[in-house]
């Protein structure tokens, strides 16, 4: 039975933390393992400021970062996840947690592995939980078991 593990990042110090847990957990269930970058919607969030930027502008940076996410997944990947045996990679914009949650359901993955605690300045839940939203709606929410590897303990990057 093949297993697929999915394992969203934004690429940050903190999310990579996350990438020896992913590589353990592949070799040990031989999984698939499908790594996941979630860009934010511009067009969402900038419609509060009238026409500028426009919404020409606010796409050719949301095209120029999604291809500079697909040459950072494609570098982490080949460099770092040599040793599974299969590796897919997707880049999607929207809500996060929301777009996580979508895509562990479309690719039928059996965990989602994540840092609790990103980019994120923003702590949700009791003081001192040290889940970030992100990670709290997930665990909160998801279909399949999550792991959540805590960045400030955890051994790696």
Not at 124 to 152: Q, R, Y
Request: glycine fraction near 8%; charge should be negative; hydrophobic fraction near 40%.
């Amino acid at each position: 039975m093949e297993h697929t593990i999915l394992w969203p990042t934004e690429m940050s110090t903190s999310s990579l933390k996350a990438l020896p847990h992913v590589l353990s957990l592949a070799e040990k269930y031989s999984s698939t393992v499908v790594v996941l970058y979630v860009a934010p919607d511009l067009l969402s969030l900038f419609p509060a400021y009238g026409n500028y930027p426009s919404a020409e502008h606010i796409q050719r940076f949301q095209d120029w970062e999604a291809d500079k996410a697909k040459k950072g997944l494609q570098e982490i990947c080949s460099k770092e996840l040599n040793a599974c045996r299969n590796v897919t990679f997707k880049v999607l914009r929207g809500d996060a947690a929301q777009e996580i949650l979508k895509a562990a359901r479309e690719e039928g993955v059996d965990m989602i592995v994540l840092s609790s605690r990103g980019h994120s300045f923003d702590t949700v839940g009791t003081v001192g939980s040290g889940f970030g939203s992100v990670a709290k709606k997930v665990a909160e929410e998801s279909p399949v078991p999550v792991v959540l590897i805590n960045p400030d303990t955890s051994g790696g990057q």
